[in-house]
């Protein structure tokens, strides 16, 4: 299915849509622009297990405002802190962390040993997962909604808990729609929405475009990570 045609199929989406696409223009016209450290020097920084933008100096490095106001929401924001402020105003900063972070950064194979229920740029949780066929099987991946990067997780267990009792993880589906899965812990009520196919990513592998499961898992009393509409 093309995008176009998923969007008019989905309607209750079109508020999402619109609200990234207001923070895609506003980024936009801002015309800020975030040098990112190179991919040796976050292969560096990551060594240890600490994420890129987690880092006080690349942080303070990357702060593209010069109010001290600004700065302190912007740093606040991306190390993750308690933040009461209006959704729009974590999608733009988020939307400006995503735009910066180059392609070869976002892809699962620079992250070949990360392993870790963190993403290596920005320290988010994952928002999603994806099941990938590979060489002995299927593998799964990690998306992070702030800045898109994926990296490579255990196929099996809670990813948020690191419950990997399997009897006490479930699965919650829609018929209708089986590209995507929620893999869910009994342990710690968490779920994980999981694109279970590939080649249609550009749909299936969006947090805000598979909104729908989202609302099945809150029929059913399950907690969300992950989102920067939240944390
Ligand atoms: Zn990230
Ligand atoms: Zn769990």
Known sequence: MNLQDYISRHEFLSPIIEAQSIADRLVEALDISIEFPSVEECKALTADGVPVLQHDEVLARLNPFEGETDRKIFETLIRQEELDCDPMLRLIVWTMIDRSVPKELKASEAWATWRRNYCPI????????????????????????????????????????????LKSIHILEIEAEPEIRLDVCDKCQAYLKTYNHEGEEQIYLNDRLTLHFDLLADDEHLIKHGSILTE
Do not use: I, S
């Open 122 to 165: 920005c320290g988010r949780r994952p928002v999603m997962a994806q099941l990938r066929k590979e060489f002995q099987g299927r593998a799964r991946f990690m998306l992070c909604d702030g800045c898109h990067t994926m990296w490579e997780y255990n196929r099996l267990g809670c990813v948020y808990c690191g419950n990997d009792d």
